[in-house]
């Protein structure tokens, strides 16, 4: 079986176990098949020559890789930290992924019972593809290719180099659930676990792509109890919740929304609104790469709030924010950055251009990061993550594993101060 063979056998098996986040879920992990999954790992890891294998109770799995160098050889340690769940789109937890082998171009009908179609009107990327071998969903669900092609990316790295006994140094990997609902996983880790010099995430994004910055990130809550009457009754006396939360909404700038930003232009998007005739409850999510920005948007949804106190002083309201995850630039020094230094050999050694990008999002490396592990980030050959027209091109997850082996090289024959 050639490499990229390996490859799917291991995605496939990994995307039969259905780990999709649940956002309402309280408890770490929130799918209980994350522990499942982090158990098959566990056996894999073992079968692979690791060791210190825990999975915790909250599904986090973290391992060890002794190294094979000669004795005194000091290598810098370096580690992966890789997330098990999916995310919820509103589609199918369950991911039934299949091969368009030599695609040639043209739209993909991904299901032909339920005529759900990949328009290149829609999809042109993918028309770049052609003559690879593309993986896809049915129609029904993501791919997951966000994250478990990152999963088979780096079990079959650390196959690789056990089967034909290429110099290491320490290696760590880390296993963690719920990424999707803001490194949740990430925060329940013990990095005393977790001991590596510096530490890389595969999440997201075409060939080449490398990111190091991300979005400072931040959750928000408006509450608004109002007061329920009799509509032969309610002259001064009615509060509507939902129209005090309208004139909330109409007091955020339309023009700093998701479909109307790009590139390292922040936002606030409206994501749910639960009402009842007492009590309207509205979440927000507040993105931007720049700190002083991300920290005036907070600002605005306070003078927001207080404006609707002014405007309707019978209702009770109130305004919860909550940091989620910080800029990996913002965590970059001259003394930390040799992770990112050897990503762009690996790249340049596994014969990939470099395209540094500034993620739209997150990763478990922006909480390292934040925690003084810097952890930069690095494709894996995906696009349209969070869609079910999610498709994988495999010669780009072949590249993105050539990068993955060639740092655990680079790494082995660097040498620690």
Same mark, same amino acid.
């Given at each position: 079986m050639n490499r990229k063979e390996v490859l799917l056998e291991r995605f496939l098996r990994y995307v039969a176990i259905p780990t999709q986040s649940d956002m309402k879920a309280t408890v770490v992990p929130s799918n209980p098949n994350e522990f499942k999954l982090a158990e098959l790992l566990a056996e894999e890891l073992r079968g692979l020559g690791f060791v210190n294998i825990e999975i915790s109770e909250h599904a986090v799995l973290t391992a060890k890789l002794p190294s094979n160098l000669p004795e005194g050889t000091k290598a810098p340690v370096i580690g992966w930290m890789v997330h098990m769940d999916t995310v919820?789109?509103?589609?199918?937890?369950? $991911?039934?992924?299949?091969?368009?082998?030599?695609?040639?171009?043209?739209?993909?009908?991904?299901?032909?019972?339920?005529?759900?179609?990949?328009?290149?009107? *829609?999809?042109?990327?993918?028309?770049?593809?052609?003559?690879?071998? +593309?993986?896809?969903?049915?129609g029904t669900s993501v791919l997951g290719a966000d994250d478990k092609s990152a999963i088979a990316n780096v079990m079959t790295a650390f196959s690789i180099v056990r089967e034909e006994n290429r110099p290491h140094g320490d290696i760590y990997v880390a296993f963690v659930p719920d990424e999707e609902l803001g490194e949740r996983g990430a925060r329940k880790t013990d990095l005393s676990k977790f001991p590596v010099d510096?530490?890389?995430?595969?999440?997201?994004?075409?060939?080449? *792509?490398?990111?190091? *910055?991300?979005? &400072?990130?931040?959750?928000?809550?408006?509450?608004?109890?109002?007061?329920?009457?009799? #509509?032969?009754?309610?002259?001064?006396?009615?509060?509507?919740?939902?129209?005090?939360?309208?004139?909330?909404?109409? =007091?955020?700038?339309?023009?700093?929304?998701?479909?109307?930003?790009?590139?390292?232009?922040?936002? $606030?998007?409206?994501?749910?609104?639960?009402?009842?005739?007492?009590?309207?409850?509205?979440?927000?999510? $507040?993105?931007?790469?720049?700190?002083?920005?991300?920290?005036?948007?907070?600002?605005?949804?306070?003078?927001?709030?207080?404006?609707?106190? +002014?405007?309707?002083?019978?209702?009770?309201?109130e305004l919860e924010l909550s940091d989620s995850y910080a800029n990996i630039a913002d965590a970059v020094r001259d003394d930390n950055r040799m992770g990112i230094d050897i990503l762009y050999k690996a790249l340049e050694m596994s014969g990939v251009e470099a395209k540094t990008m500034a993620m739209r999002g997150g990763t478990d490396g922006s909480y390292l990061s934040?925690?003084?592990?810097?952890? #930069? &980030?690095?494709?894996?050959?995906?696009?349209?993550?969070?869609?079910?027209? *999610?498709?994988? #091109? =495999?010669?780009?997850?072949?590249?993105?594993?050539?990068?993955?082996?060639?740092?655990?090289?680079?790494?082995?024959?660097?040498?620690?101060?």
């Amino acid at each position: 079986m050639n490499r990229k063979e390996v490859l799917l056998e291991r995605f496939l098996r990994y995307v039969a176990i259905p780990t999709q986040s649940d956002m309402k879920a309280t408890v770490v992990p929130s799918n209980p098949n994350e522990f499942k999954l982090a158990e098959l790992l566990a056996e894999e890891l073992r079968g692979l020559g690791f060791v210190n294998i825990e999975i915790s109770e909250h599904a986090v799995l973290t391992a060890k890789l002794p190294s094979n160098l000669p004795e005194g050889t000091k290598a810098p340690v370096i580690g992966w930290m890789v997330h098990m769940d999916t995310v919820n789109a509103g589609l199918s937890p369950e $991911i039934h992924p299949w091969v368009v082998r030599n695609y040639q171009g043209g739209d993909i009908c991904l299901n032909e019972e339920k005529d759900i179609w990949l328009r290149t009107s *829609e999809h042109p990327e993918i028309e770049r593809y052609k003559g690879d071998d +593309i993986v896809v969903t049915d129609g029904t669900s993501v791919l997951g290719a966000d994250d478990k092609s990152a999963i088979a990316n780096v079990m079959t790295a650390f196959s690789i180099v056990r089967e034909e006994n290429r110099p290491h140094g320490d290696i760590y990997v880390a296993f963690v659930p719920d990424e999707e609902l803001g490194e949740r996983g990430a925060r329940k880790t013990d990095l005393s676990k977790f001991p590596v010099d510096f530490a890389y995430t595969i999440d997201c994004c075409e060939l080449g *792509e490398v990111v190091w *910055e991300t979005f &400072n990130a931040g959750n928000g809550k408006l509450t608004v109890r109002g007061i329920s009457a009799h #509509p032969m009754a309610s002259k001064g006396v009615l509060v509507n919740p939902i129209l005090v939360v309208h004139d909330f909404i109409n =007091m955020l700038d339309r023009g700093e929304t998701p479909e109307y930003t790009e590139g390292r232009e922040g936002f $606030i998007v409206l994501k749910t609104m639960e009402a009842t005739p007492t009590t309207a409850v509205l979440t927000m999510k $507040i993105r931007d790469h720049n700190k002083k920005l991300y920290e005036a948007k907070k600002d605005k949804l306070r003078a927001a709030a207080e404006y609707l106190r +002014i405007r309707h002083p019978k209702a009770k309201i109130e305004l919860e924010l909550s940091d989620s995850y910080a800029n990996i630039a913002d965590a970059v020094r001259d003394d930390n950055r040799m992770g990112i230094d050897i990503l762009y050999k690996a790249l340049e050694m596994s014969g990939v251009e470099a395209k540094t990008m500034a993620m739209r999002g997150g990763t478990d490396g922006s909480y390292l990061s934040v925690c003084g592990l810097l952890t #930069p &980030n690095y494709f894996t050959g995906a696009h349209n993550f969070h869609s079910n027209c *999610e498709f994988l #091109p =495999m010669n780009s997850w072949d590249k993105s594993l050539e990068v993955t082996l060639s740092l655990v090289r680079i790494a082995a024959e660097s040498r620690k101060a």
